[in-house]
């Protein structure tokens, strides 16, 4: 009997946290069987596992569409596998192999952390020029890309009171997502973020755009010079998402978050 778990990701005070799937297969089915699946469990995100000699192989589908990279997704695959012994018990690391390479991800005494790659920001006159800001109805302080298009904001009120046109974000081409973000407080950070393109309007908590935001905010926040190198995250979704995070030195970043169950699902034979 294949079961489905769906566990909040992200979740902390004033933070109810991203839901997602995990569905534990013993080989890859068809894609359309995986969209199929991810579809009818109707959760922001399914990650799908199989079993290799170095931990597991990951796929992330959002409704019928296959994503790239899912933080959240990730954290939720650890979390069914450590807790829910798909891996054994004594097992505290779980490796999980994408596209993007491997995201481990350890049980701690109080939460999971993970790390994840450090995207490098593409600086360009053209993101200023073609003048993102106006398109979205903001006066950002700063412009920047990864994977994603990133506007940076003067505070965090004009993150939370930001109002999208849905259909504006999704026309702007050769980004994943638009990312808006501004400081809070000494050490720390707020953002929302939008992704019409693969059918989700406004992520609840995203793991995956910390890879772009952690190396520019501890850049730009000198995380060398404060008490902590840690950074303190919330993301101003409707149900929101908390985040403790850091830069690494090795290109690479971690996060540190809380996982819960929110229910099973049968699934039948598949």
């Keep these: 009997m294949n079961k489905a778990y769906i566990l909040n990701v992200f979740t902390g005070e004033h933070a109810?946290?991203?839901?997602?799937?995990?569905?534990?297969?013993?080989?890859?089915?068809?894609?359309?069987?995986l969209q199929a699946l991810s579809k009818n469990l109707g959760q922001p995100v399914t990650s799908f596992i199989v079993a290799t000699d170095q931990g597991y192989a990951i796929r992330w589908f959002a409704g019928d569409v296959e994503i790239d990279?899912?933080?959240?997704?990730?954290?939720?695959?650890?979390?069914?596998?450590?807790?829910?012994?798909?891996?054994?018990?004594?097992?505290?690391?779980?490796k999980l192999h994408s596209q993007h390479g491997i995201i481990t991800v350890k049980k701690l005494a109080d939460g999971y952390s993970m790390v994840m790659p450090s995207w490098t920001a593409k600086l360009s006159?053209?993101?200023?020029?073609?003048d993102y800001g106006k398109l979205v109805g903001l006066d950002p302080i700063d412009v920047f890309a990864t994977r994603d298009l990133i506007l940076?904001?003067?505070?965090?009120?004009?993150?939370?009171?930001?109002?999208?046109?849905?259909?504006?974000?999704k026309?702007?081409?050769?980004?994943?997502?638009?990312?808006?973000?501004?400081?809070?407080?000494?050490?720390?950070?707020?953002?929302?973020?939008?992704?019409?393109?693969?059918?989700?309007?406004?992520?609840?908590?995203?793991?995956?755009?910390?890879?772009?935001?952690?190396?520019?905010?501890?850049n730009k926040l000198s995380v060398d010079q404060l008490d902590t190198r840690q950074l303190e995250?919330?993301?101003?979704?409707?149900?929101?998402?908390?985040?403790?995070?850091?830069?690494?030195?090795?290109?690479?970043?971690?996060?540190?978050v809380n996982v819960v169950l929110k229910d099973i699902v049968n699934l039948g034979e598949l």
């Design 125 to 130: 006159l053209d993101l200023h020029t073609n």
């Design 16 to 33: 109810q946290g991203n839901p997602a799937a995990v569905v534990k297969l013993t080989a890859w089915l068809a894609d359309t069987e």
């Design 233 to 256: 995250v919330h993301q101003r979704s409707r149900e929101g998402g908390y985040f403790q995070v850091t830069q690494n030195q090795n290109d690479s970043i971690e996060l540190k």
């Design 69 to 94: 990279l899912c933080g959240h997704g990730s954290l939720a695959a650890a979390a069914a596998a450590a807790i829910f012994e798909i891996q054994p018990e004594h097992a505290l690391d779980v």
């Design 171 to 218: 026309a702007i081409d050769d980004y994943h997502a638009l990312i808006v973000t501004a400081q809070k407080g000494e050490a720390g950070y707020v953002l929302r973020f939008f992704a019409p393109k693969i059918g989700i309007d406004e992520d609840i908590a995203t793991g995956s755009a910390q890879c772009s935001l952690v190396p520019y905010w501890s």
């Design 152 to 169: 940076v904001l003067e505070d965090e009120h004009q993150v939370r009171d930001f109002k999208p046109d849905f259909a504006v974000i």
